[in-house]
């Protein structure tokens, strides 16, 4: 939720109330701090909408699923993962380069 949604929300629920939103009030009512020419801008701007009294729910199937960005740990755990089936077969093929050396050794 804006912070513009959160301000006409109060005024709206003040309107109804039968009380006139003024920026005072709705300062008050705020959960964060804001400008006052903001508040004032968003006043001027308001228009009593008796239904809008919280804010609207986004349809989710519409918003595309946001990946979670994993942590320094996490990647390099996954990294050390993918990394052991490569170190086992590079100590095999030494170990098969080795064998070589010897049979090719005895050979001569």
Known sequence: MTISDEI???ANKLANEGKTPSVALIKSQLSQTTPLPKIIAVLKNWQHEPTFIQAKQHDKTIKAPTKQVPDDETVALLINKALI???QEVEQLKQQVKQLL???????
């Open 102 to 108: 010897e049979i090719q050794q005895t050979k001569k």
């Open 85 to 87: 089936p490569l170190q």
């Open 8 to 10: 006409s929300i109060i």
